[in-house]
Each structure stands twice: as structure tokens, then as C-alpha cells.
């Protein structure tokens, strides 16, 4: 919801709404409705088939050589030398004395916050220089180990916490809190203490002075030594057709969130290019007006679109409160503490729900004990219901919830899909020989699917918006979203596999796959020559410019979604949920 994310990005909104339904559609030549290319296989059907329901242009502060003046290091005799700056994230003055990380890490932190930089800036300047980088990753574990420490001790050791992601020296430190499987610890109360602990102890936010983030972990991925009690895990399963919604709507949010609104200025307006979008994303999953599948994602797409406009609204209010309550570090800064803030009130109600989970188990537990028939049925009855009541509100507040946390997923499906089982949470939490998780993987549901395709979209638009003024580093650093959304497109067209299209989207996807893998090894080591870039983004793309990157996105996002939400017309409705 942060306005810097919301600029207009002109370009894309001019192509989203003029482009041709021949270009939002496998590049299809003669020009028609969107819906004419996937819908052709259900025209044969019969008239009852029904369907299944930072600041633009900043430089990757990663490296601190300059190659072009023999790859010397910013950082030389406690000074940044002259011709050395690393990035506008610096330090602002190029001869400045700095306090030597090895000397004293905190007085280090304390120049870079005092000038308004925070973590970016410090990477900028000790990226390449590994012995000092190292001494300011040792003091940001330390420093944020012991203050969410003694939070969880506060808790009566009933929380616990793990370390999301790579431990590399120049990768963010994030942290997920949660319940050990009593319901007694309050991961809610965890997140907002260590953030206004954090906020008293170092005067700025731990994700400006640390790209340092604590989350509420949830319950979606597997915990080591954590056990679901069964009546909750088969709530879960009762509330699967209900929460699928929730899923589709936290997803298709982050899309809505990097759609350009026609007015970037709060509070949150429309979007002609997310309008358009969604629109054309109905039609290609039918013609037909009446199609159940269509008429939820049109209520799916409606619901993403109020939920934006709410928490967008709710974030620019809390930013201008806090701006007339006192001075700021940052500009950046002060959308971090509102996001925190807000993030922590919402998962007040999120804890709220899990409370009465823990109580309706305790009740229902309770009266499969109590003897007589009638009273026995009519408590079970009742407790179970409430059971899943509460199960499905944990799911919808949730979803709302990560509206507000910094780089977070919306959704289940992108969590399951990306940091369960491509980056390895779920192996690490359950091993290899579960048999609940195999091969150390979490089981996706077609919703999941959908949930991370979509997910991935929002973040590849995300990144065109932020590097899109350096069209070569934009490529590389997209690379990224574009993996998992070639990804997630693969995993759909295999489980449709009889769509009359899902051959020639997976073809068109195969083709992008090897020069997208030498773009993302690029992102990930900076000395790889990058002369072939701009060859290797236009093979995937179609052309170098950003606009290229959102049109095929966004083109190949309409037809997987259709895919995603088609049935055979043989298939009951609403199979696809």
C-alpha cells in the first residue's frame, strides 16, 4: 500500500487498456474478444456445461566496487573516498569519517540512522568488504535476537520463532513468530512488543535499520515439534471450499496493488488497468455470462479490489498521523511504522479468532465426554461449528492482515508454493520422510496454484515499477518473479493438461525458461558478465523494455487463470474449487 509503490506507471496502463484481446492472448494475430482463444473448445459444449468455479530507478545497493575504478572498496581508511559513492543510498557526503563496523558495529548503525539511511545504504557501502559486513550481520542477529528473547520469555516460553530465508551476508534477517501448539502464547503480542521495543532502542524501524521483518508464521507451513489437534485439521479440510475465496482474493489483491490507479494521490482511486485486466480475465475463462466459474472471479476480482482500497486508505490516514505526531527518520521509514502498526492491530484480530478456536476445542473435547445422547449431540453439534467458524475467520483475518506486513505474501498458495517447498521451509521443518509431506514438499490444491500465479504477477509488477527507468538491471532483478510465475503456469497447464491451450501456453512458457535461468544467475551473482542481457531479456520478454515484461505477464496471467478455472464440460460445477 506505500504510495512510493503506487506511481503511475503510464506506460502499462496505456498498453493494459488498449492493448488488442489478440495481445492479451498468446499472441493470437487476428484481433477479437480475449474470450475467444480459450473459450473456442467450450462453444462445442452444450448450453448447461458450466466452467469450475524505495524510490524508482534506485541501483541495486549489493556491491560496494566500482569496476570502472579498479574495483577499490567505498569504504578505505574510515573515510568514503572521493569518486567511491556506492549508490544515493549512501552516506551523502563523500569524505565523511565512518565508524569502523570492527571497531563498534552500534556506533556504525547509529551514523547510517542518523542520516536517515538504514540497511540498504549499509550494504551499499560493506557489501564487497566481507569482514565488516559480516560484523554489522553479527550485530543485527545479536541486537534483534535479544529483544525478541526476552518478549518470548515475557510469554512463559509459549512462542517460539524461526529464520526465514538465506543466511548469505548481504540477505534480509526475517523472523516468524508462533504458537507452540498449546494456544496459550500470543504471537500477535510478540510482533507488536519487538516492534516498539525496536522502535524505542534504535529510533527507527527494524526493517529500515535491519531489512528485518517479524511475522505472525501462521499455520499454513509445518512446524518442527508443533502437532495440529486433529478436530482443528479437519476443520481446516471443512472450511477448504470457503477459505479457496479467501485465498483467491488475498492473491489477486497483490495484483490490484501494483496496478497503477488512474490517480496515485490518497486515498486509493480506481485502476483503468486493473479494471481491464480483471475484466479480460473473466472473459477468457468464459463467454458465457452465467458461467459459475466466471461470476466468482468477477465477485473475487470486486473483493480484491474493496479490500485494496481499504488498506491502502487505512495506511495513508496512519502515515499522516504519524507525520503531524512528531519528526520522522524517513519518509521511508515512517510507511515501515505505519505498516507495523497497522500489521500488529490486525493481528490482534487474528489472535482474537485463535482464542476462540482454542475454546470451542476445548468445549468440543469436552462434550464428546459428557454422557446422554441428546445433550452429547446437540454440544458436539454446536462446538463443532464453531470450530470451523473460527478456523475460517483465522484464514479471512489473516489474508487482511498481510495487507500491512513488509514483503509478505498474501496468500496460502504463494507461501506453500515459494517458501514451503521451494525454498525448503517445509523440508526442514518435517525432514524427508513424513509421509504427510512428501519428498519434503507440501501437497498444492488447484487453488494454491492460482493463489501463487497471481502473487507472482503482483511482484513482477512490482519490480518493472521499481527498476523499471534501467531497462537491463530491470530484466535481471525480475528474473526472479518470472522463475516462480513460469513455475507456478507449468504446475497448472500439467494438472489441465486437456485444455485445448495448455500445450501452446506451455510451449511459449518452456521457450522463456533457459534465458530467464541466466538472467536470475545474474541476480544472484553480481561479477557474471552482463553483455548478453539485453539479448536474454527480449528472448523472454519479446523486447528489452519493461512494457514488454507487463505485456506478456499480464497476457500469459489471463490465459493461466483460465486454465486454472476451467473444467471439462463432463465435470460437475464448481469442481475446480
Known amino acids: 500500500m506505500n504510495k512510493l509503490l503506487r506511481l503511475p506507471l503510464l506506460a502499462l496502463l496505456s498498453l493494459l487498456v488498449s492493448c488488442s484481446a489478440a495481445d492479451a492472448l498468446l499472441g493470437a494475430s487476428d484481433a477479437g474478444s480475449s474470450a475467444e482463444v480459450v473459450t473456442a473448445s467450450a462453444q462445442s459444449c452444450s448450453a448447461t456445461c458450466t466452467a469450475p468455479s524505495a524510490v524508482c530507478g534506485t541501483p541495486d545497493p549489493a556491491s560496494s566496487v566500482d569496476p570502472a575504478k579498479g574495483g577499490k572498496s567505498v569504504f578505505a581508511d574510515g573515510v568514503f573516498q572521493r569518486g567511491h559513492e556506492p549508490s544515493p543510498e549512501g552516506p551523502g557526503v563523500d569524505t565523511e569519517p565512518v565508524p569502523d563496523p570492527l571497531v563498534d558495529a552500534r556506533k556504525t548503525l547509529d551514523f547510517f540512522v542518523g542520516k536517515g539511511k538504514g540497511w540498504p545504504a549499509i550494504k551499499a557501502a560493506y557489501g564487497l568488504d566481507s569482514k565488516r559486513m559480516k560484523a554489522m550481520v553479527d550485530f543485527r542477529k545479536v541486537t534483534v535476537d535479544a529483544i525478541l528473547n526476552a518478549i518470548v520469555a515475557e510469554q512463559g516460553g509459549e512462542v517460539g520463532y524461526v529464520s526465514n530465508g538465506s543466511t548469505n551476508l548481504t540477505s534480509d534477517y526475517d523472523l516468524s513468530v508462533f504458537d507452540k501448539g498449546r494456544g496459550l502464547g500470543n504471537p500477535a503480542a510478540v510482533v507488536r512488543a519487538f516492534n516498539t521495543r525496536f522502535r524505542a532502542e534504535i529510533h527507527c524501524e527494524a526493517g529500515t535499520a535491519f531489512d528485518t521483518n517479524i511475522y505472525d508464521k501462521g499455520d499454513t507451513l509445518p512446524t518442527t515439534g508443533v502437532t495440529v489437534a486433529p478436530p482443528v485439521a479437519q476443520a481446516v479440510l471443512d472450511v477448504a471450499v470457503d477459505n479457496a475465496v479467501v485465498q483467491d482474493v488475498a492473491a489477486l489483491v497483490k495484483v490490484r496493488h501494483y496496478m497503477p490507479d488512474d490517480d496515485p494521490a490518497p486515498p486509493a482511486s480506481t485502476s483503468t488497468a486493473w479494471e481491464t485486466w480483471a475484466a479480460k480475465s473473466q472473459a477468457a475463462v468464459s463467454a458465457d455470462l452465467r458461467s459459475p466459474a466466471r461470476i466468482q472471479l468477477q465477485r473475487d476480482a470486486d473483493s480484491a479490489d474493496a479490500q485494496y482500497r481499504t488498506a491502502a486508505d487505512a495506511l495513508d490516514a496512519k502515515i499522516e498521523a504519524l507525520r503531524k505526531a512528531g ?32 475454546l470451542w476445542l476445548a468445549k468440543l473435547t469436552a462434550a464428546r465426554r459428557v454422557s446422554g445422547a441428546g445433550s452429547k449431540d446437540r454440544s458436539i453439534i454446536e462446538a463443532a461449528n464453531e470450530l470451523r467458524r473460527a478456523t475460517l475467520d483465522i484464514k479471512s483475518t489473516t489474508a487482511y492482515a498481510l495487507n500491512f506486513a513488509n514483503e509478505a505474501y498474501n496468500s496460502e498458495g504463494a507461501l506453500i508454493d515459494v ?25 498444492l490444491q488447484p487453488q494454491d496454484e492460482i493463489s501463487s500465479l497471481n502473487e507472482q504477477l503482483g511482484d513482477s509488477l512490482k519490480d518493472l515499477q521499481h527498476y523499471g527507468s534501467d531497462p537491463v538491471t530491470c530484466g535481471i532483478q525480475v ?18 493438461a486437456s485444455h485445448p491451450h495448455a500445450a501452446t501456453l506451455l510451449a511459449e512458457v518452456d521457450a522463456m ?4 535461468t541466466k538472467l536470475k544467475a545474474m541476480r544472484g551473482n553480481k561479477d557474471l558478465p552482463r553483455e548478453s542481457a539485453s539479448t536474454l531479456i527480449a528472448e523472454v520478454a519479446g523486447a528489452v523494455a519493461p512494457e514488454a515484461y507487463a505485456q506478456k505477464m499480464t497476457r500469459l496471467a489471463i490465459l493461466a487463470n483460465a486454465i486454472a478455472r476451467w473444467a471439462p464440460c463432463a465435470s460437475p ?5
Request: aromatic share 4%; no cysteine.
Open 479 to 496: 528474473s526472479k518473479y518470472v522463475d516462480r510465475f513460469l513455475t507456478a503456469v507449468k504446475q497448472i497447464v500439467t494438472r489441465k
Open 327 to 358: 519528526p520522522i527518520q524517513s519518509e521511508e521509514d515512517v510507511r515501515l511504522q505505519a505498516s507495523n502498526i497497522l500489521y500488529a492491530d490486525a493481528l490482534d484480530v487474528v489472535q482474537e479468532a485463535r482464542n476462540r478456536q482454542t
Open 419 to 443: 517458501v514451503g517447498n521451494q525454498q525448503g521451509a517445509v523440508k526442514a521443518a518435517m525432514g524427508l520422510d513424513n509421509p504427510s509431506y512428501p519428498n519434503g514438499k507440501q501437497l
Open 513 to 516: 525458461v533457459g534465458p530467464k
Open 573 to 577: 460445477a464448481g469442481a475446480s474449487r
